[in-house]
T-cell receptor, first 113, second 121 residues
Framework: DAKTTQPPSMDCAEGRAANLPCNHS???????VYWYRQIHSQGPQYIIH???NNETNEMASLIITEDRKSSTLILPHATLRDTAVYYC??????????????FGSGTQLTVLP | GAGVSQSPSNKVTEKGKDVELRCDPI?????LYWYRQSLGQGLEFLIY????????KSGLPSDRFSAERTGGSVSTLTIQRTQQEDSAVYLC???????????????????FGPGTRLTVL
């Protein structure tokens, strides 16, 4: 799986949009971008995934650049409960191995009141 | 619907004792993973079960660690003769992988339980 690079920390004001960047310049054509988050003392939580088109669900939006070398996770109206470590992962769509998750260091997002 | 559940939520044990950690995956999910996470660290893969296939035990750190999955559902992770370095949060995840008609990207999603915090004194 391709390596990802994320800033170690970000702050965001409550009610504002949180934009979390991720670089994945070595991504290959069969790899998806996944985002998970982990709130303190809880297990990781799936947020969203995408291949090349922008995606939106009830939690967030995912914007992937045309060259797919970077992406941005957008939380449109951040709340205090969104404070967590956010992990960007690039994973092949092909099965055949266990496909266990491997998280990097992620971005610690702190939503400020 | 019900998510992944784990028990106990916290376990404190003495060095040298055996412990059993339990995971109840989401009903119908065929894939089950065990990970552990030390304080401030990332996920460390331990073991993976997929249907009736032989489990992938490549992540188990020593032969003191073992896991089983009975009836393709509930899983138990056993740590024998616990050591202080075994202290961590043990996370279980399940995935619908291969259990329905969905895209590969969707069935690679993993749903995590709340974890068991193990402290070895």
């Amino acid at each position: 799986d391709a390596k990802t690079t994320q800033p170690p920390s970000m702050d965001c004001a409550e009610g504002r949009a949180a934009n979390l960047p991720c670089n994945h310049s070595t991504i290959s054509g069969n790899e998806y971008v996944y985002w998970y988050r982990q709130i303190h003392s809880q297990g990781p939580q799936y947020i969203i995934h995408g291949l090349k088109n922008n995606e939106t669900n009830e939690m967030a939006s995912l914007i992937i650049t045309e060259d797919r070398k970077s992406s941005t996770l957008i939380l449109p109206h951040a709340t205090l409960r969104d404070t967590a470590v956010y992990y960007c992962i690039v994973r092949s769509i092909h099965s055949g191995s266990a496909r266990q998750l491997t998280f990097g260091s992620g971005t610690q997002l702190t939503v400020l009141p | 619907g019900a998510g992944v559940s784990q028990s106990p939520s916290n376990k404190v044990t003495e060095k040298g004792k055996d412990v059993e950690l339990r995971c109840d995956p989401i009903s119908g999910h065929t894939a089950l993973y065990w990970y552990r996470q030390s304080l401030g660290q990332g996920l460390e893969f331990l073991i993976y079960f997929q249907g009736n296939s032989a489990p992938d035990k490549s992540g188990l750190p020593s032969d003191r660690f073992s896991a089983e999955r009975t009836g393709g559902s509930v899983s138990t992770l056993t740590i024998q003769r616990t050591q202080q370095e075994d202290s961590a949060v043990y996370l279980c995840a399940s995935s619908p992988r291969g259990s329905g008609r969905m895209s590969i990207a969707e069935y690679n999603e993993q749903f995590f339980g709340p974890g068991t915090r193990l402290t070895v004194l």
